[in-house]
């Protein structure tokens, strides 16, 4: 549906985005996740048209964006960070004035009606846009990405500057309007894309440094696998079970958190899946109970302070080429960048 390939912007000699690639199918919900300035609204303001690219190629549903972009743009809806709402209307009204700015065919009181009730605003849908509240206004710009039923919406910052309860009802609004769309949408607060996105691209400093699904991400970037288990019965017991699992590196018993029962962290030997196999032991060996059995994984928080070379780990990474090695394929590619950036400044 989105394929971005070699996607550079610079704005004279600063340089916002470089060498953007990645392929969005139809139905997707990706979230471009990434610090203020990272390059989120630019990469979006050029998918939309709105911005030229200076090197890259920008497909929607097949259509250039810089050689088609009338067709390439039908396709599309766009929520920018400030919704060019005029106040002076009424929400109909402007409904009315967006569909003949995009010379929708569709017939147009149902088309109009159906989008208001979609997006809830019935009943603000004849009072004047600047009486309405942020989270009104936030729904109007969306109802103004959705006239002319575009597959994909963007929609940049959409719930920058609501209060707790807007987002919520926003979110809501999203994952509805995801049912039948591809959306991307930005934001820099991490929560936001974990509650609504099931992929994530993340961008720092122009740079793309990550894309995958939350979980994968904090799969493929924990450097430690090691398994926790809270087991009952006795230590010895446990520990001849555990030991029994073929590719084990090494047990720890980390002591009685629960009373009868010890805890104790267990280090694959590579990065093999040994649950179902540690289950299996366990469950065999008498007297004893596996009560708990967790991974240690990354939240979503620490993966992005990680890739962005703000924790302790990340800066790790960032100075020492051969741990990278090791590391995925993304970040060693964001360590190269990062080098070159740091050679091109000196
Ligand atoms: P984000 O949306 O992630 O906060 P932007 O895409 O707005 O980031 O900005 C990316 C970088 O490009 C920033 O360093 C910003 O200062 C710069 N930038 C954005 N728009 C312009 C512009 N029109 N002229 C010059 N620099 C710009
Ligand atoms: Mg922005």
Known sequence: MIEVSGLTKRYGSHL???DANFTIQKGEVVGFLGPNGAGKSTIMNILTGYLSLTQGKVEIDGFDIMTDPELAKKRI????????????????????????????KFPKDP??????RLVRITEVADRLIKNLSKGYRQRVGIAGALVGNPDVLILDEPTVG?????????RELISKLGKNHTIILSSHILSEVQAVCKRVIIINRGHIIADDTPEALSKKLSTDHSLIARIAGKEEDALSAINSVRKIETVECLGEYEKGTKDYRIYPADTTD?????????????????????????????IFLRLTGEDEVGKYFNEDMDTAIEVDEVIVDAVDEAISEMEEEN
Request: proline share 5%; glycine share 2%; hydrophobic share 45%.
């Open 77 to 104: 809806g766009y929520l920018p960070e400030i919704p060019p709402l005029y106040l002076d209307m009424t929400v109909r009204e402007y409904l009315f004035f967006i569909y003949d700015l995009k010379k929708v």
């Open 111 to 116: 088309h109009i009606d159906e989008i208001i």
């Open 16 to 18: 916002a985005v470089k």
């Open 274 to 302: 040994i649950r179902g196999e540690l289950i299996k032991r366990l469950a065999e060996k008498n007297r004893i109970n596996l009560l708990s059995l967790s991974s240690n994984e990354l939240t979503l928080e620490q």
């Open 162 to 170: 609501l209060d707790p309860k807007q987002i919520i009802e926003i």
